[in-house]
């Protein structure tokens, strides 16, 4: 599809206030031209392109009916949210979206107050609409709070958390189920059954078209046509489990058809308590190639959008998450007590192979971190060894299952820890920058950082083989470029090693920051040391470069609170060693989206970070001794 050419329409709408002034027979022609707007945009920024397209006719409804900011609209994830931002003053934007002082790529409650609630994770719409359901009833304050869930954040047990307090909660509130039967990987589970038993159901179509007319009716005759609604249900799918909850269930209506949205949502405006409206949508609606392949286009980068992404392979690096996959499925092949775990990141976390060749050993809970840990730890309880593979940022939603089903009963779970350190452009919702402080300090835990692909592959072999608890923490994308080996080495417990013999300063790195400090050993004549683990520490290696450098610098893609520095300076406190240590990291602040690259530099991670770091102490030590 080639750049937009004509949006006469789009181009005048700056606010939710300019779209609410158009007639509602000019609205289908604008979804036609927000939607040619986004295809052309993201192709040449990157991002998510086929959640966005699903949703271009369910935002311009939202909008058209709701009062948005004053109604509040809270987006669970946030991966469908181009259209609301397009539509909320942002349009101008889009074209650095994700980059370095960009809009973000999801909702973001400083970038602008259309943005409700600042999501990035799954599964947390109907909590936060519900406390603002609840916060306006307690003020006294006559507003309209809707939740956009998709049927993937549904397989979340915070959403039936959520459910279940908002049933008996008197909240004058409306949750939307936004049914595309896709989340990031095909959708997995019984509720995704038992919605795609509702909506594929000829009866059940009969009727979502008799309650399309009763909900068009006026005002007086509402209860009387959901009375009459419920009966007809009540025969199709008698014990609606959203009923159940204490929702007033509707449809499901198709989300692409305007002239049933609309009248639906003017109606459900008017129905007081919680409310529930399954919408259909198809993800990637309006461009063939996203609707073919909802994946593949899922999450892009730059790409014509009239040729579409090239799926032929490319001479490129291995990544990181690719190394994975191919150790995962030779250590399958190994050792038939292997079994993979993912809670619904197949692609994203390189186990597409795996799943196809180990399909009995391969378990995608949905997106359930929480159950995929304890499950995980179940498996192992029975002479199993489970590979838990799951994103740094996403880990953080199983830390209590990681303390007490796995780690206080000293189970061999591995957990395969992607995206540690920045991810760039998708920011602070998924930079994993705290999994070394928050994993190093559970005790039985073995934690490992490598520092290129070759690494990588050795440290999963080494957590494997170990009758403990484990953690390899790798980033995203590409490293050195390394090529692993095709074996299944291990790696001594514990042990480092020197990369550079120097003098006078020790460079310490944690990771794949081992080459940026090896550049910056070579301008300073430092040693540096690949540490390779976080937990246990090599004591040995690090009281040798205490007792023969006047300085040691650490170096971490992690939280520097907490992180690998703090562990090094109390070993050397324990053992009564007085060095200096500069410890190197990210700042205790949320890291903004950007380039990767630019990030770390602006952050005094690269090499010139390093050098200047040092350079900046022997000055102030010079000035402290003159």
Known sequence: MSAVSHSALLDNI????????LDRKQLPQLATELRAFLIDSVSQTGGHLSSNLGTVELTIALHAVFNTPEDRLVWDVG???????????????????????????????????????????????ISAALGMALAAKQKGENRQVVAVIGDGAMSAGMAFEALNNAGVADADMLVILNDNEMSISPPVGALNNILTRLTS?????????????????????????????????????????????????????????????????????????????????????????AEAD???????????????????????KLTYTQ????????????????????PAMREGSGMVRFAREHADRYYDVGIAEQHAVTFAAGLACEGLKPVVAIYSTFLQRAYDQLVHDVALQNLPVVFAVDRGGLVGADGPTHHGTFDLSFVTCIPNMVVMTPSDEAECRQMLSTAFALDCPSMVRYPRGSGTGSIPSTQLDTLPLGKGEIRRQGQGIALLAFGTLLAPALAAGEELDATVANMRFVKPLDIDLIVDLAGNHSLLVTIEENAVIGGAGSEVERALAERGLDVPVIRLGLPDRFVDHGEQGQLLAELGLDKEGIVRAVRSHADNDKRENS
């Open 323 to 342: 190394v994975f996959g191919d150790w995962l499925c030779d250590m399958a092949k190994a050792d038939q007590r292997l079994v993979g775990i993912t």
């Open 79 to 125: 991966h469908q949210c181009y259209p609301h931002k397009v539509l909320t003053g942002r349009r101008a934007g889009m074209d650095k979206l994700r980059m370095r002082g960009g809009v973000a790529g999801f909702p973001k409650r400083c970038e602008s107050p259309y943005d409700t609630f600042g999501v990035g994770h799954s599964s947390t719409s």
């Open 14 to 21: 700056n606010s939710p206030a300019d779209l609410r002034r």
């Open 201 to 289: 159901s000829k009866t059940f179509n009969v009727a979502r078209e008799a309650g399309r007319h009763m909900l068009g009716f006026a005002p007086p005759l509402l209860e009387l046509a959901r009375r009459a609604e419920e009966h007809v249900k009540g025969m199709i799918a008698p014990g609606t489990l959203f009923e159940e909850f204490g929702f007033h269930y509707y449809g499901p209506i198709d989300g692409h058809d305007l002239d049933a949205l609309i009248p639906t949502l003017e109606n459900l405006k008017k129905i007081k308590g919680p409310k529930f409206l399954h919408v259909i949508t198809k993800k990637g609606q309006g461009y063939k190639l």
């Open 294 to 316: 909802p994946i593949l286009y899922h999450g892009v980068g730059k790409f014509a959008a009239d040729q579409g992404i090239a799926t032929g392979k490319g001479g490129g």
